[in-house]
């Protein structure tokens, strides 16, 4: 079975600077989607950002950007010029390209503070 | 284009009682599912299906009952309220992978057992 960790419980940035999100993984498979929810406080479910594993590249939106390491199975999200509504819960998650459905494996989250 | 709707948003239950939380989409989307979120806890699965008339279990799925009797709708049952069912309940849904891989959260139910 697949499982995601996110060893940061709570994590702090100053409005403006850069911020980055730990997130581990473990998987026997080769072909599988990551993804980064943002969930705020109405406990929303937002897609923040999403890579394929098959893509060497690394994706970005905006300001959102992941490192992606496959062989250490690693996916780390990085937030630049933060902003006071960045402040959320973030998660998170897999789902294997071989399951149907949309099943999500998520890890525990991380707290995200924003400070002014 | 309303999206996953879920109802209702809010429910307080007495242990014992039965309930059913509703989930309709109309994105015409093949694929639905149900999660629970617990506090400082990810979202976990707990029934999902790929169409109509095809349900399966998810990682916790005891004390619940699904059914698709519609591409739009997944309600989900709770049989025999418990207070260790007190949680935020997620419904999402996904087209088919042509169409990429983006997941619909509803805006979720919380429903407390007491």
């Known amino acids: 079975a697949q499982t995601v960790t996110q060893s940061q419980p709570e994590m702090s940035v100053q409005e403006a600077e850069t911020v980055t999100l730990s997130c581990t993984y473990d998987?026997?498979?080769?072909?599988?989607?990551l993804f980064w929810y943002k969930q705020p406080p109405s406990r929303q479910m937002i897609l923040v950002i999403r890579q394929e594993a098959y893509k060497q590249q690394n994706a970005t939106e905006n300001r959102f950007s992941v490192n992606f390491q496959k062989a250490a199975k690693s996916f780390s999200l990085k937030i630049s010029d933060s902003q006071l509504g960045d402040a959320a819960m973030y998660f998170c998650a897999y789902r294997s390209a071989r399951t149907s459905g949309s099943r999500l494996t998520f890890g525990e989250g991380t707290q995200l503070t924003v400070n002014p | 284009n309303a999206g996953v709707t879920q109802t209702p948003k809010f429910q307080v239950l007495k242990t014992g009682q039965s309930m059913t939380l509703q989930c309709a989409q109309d994105m015409n989307h093949e694929y639905m599912s149900w999660y629970r979120q617990d506090p400082g806890m990810g979202l976990r699965l707990i029934h999902y299906s790929v169409g109509a008339g095809i349900t399966d279990q998810g990682e916790v799925p005891n004390g619940y009952n699904v059914s698709r009797s519609t591409t739009e709708d997944f309600p989900l049952r709770l049989l025999s309220a418990a207070p260790s069912q007190t949680s935020v309940y997620f419904c999402a849904s996904r087209h088919t992978p042509s169409s990429g891989n983006t997941i619909y959260f509803g805006e979720g139910s919380w429903l407390t057992v007491v």
């Open positions: 998987t026997s498979e080769s072909d599988y989607y």
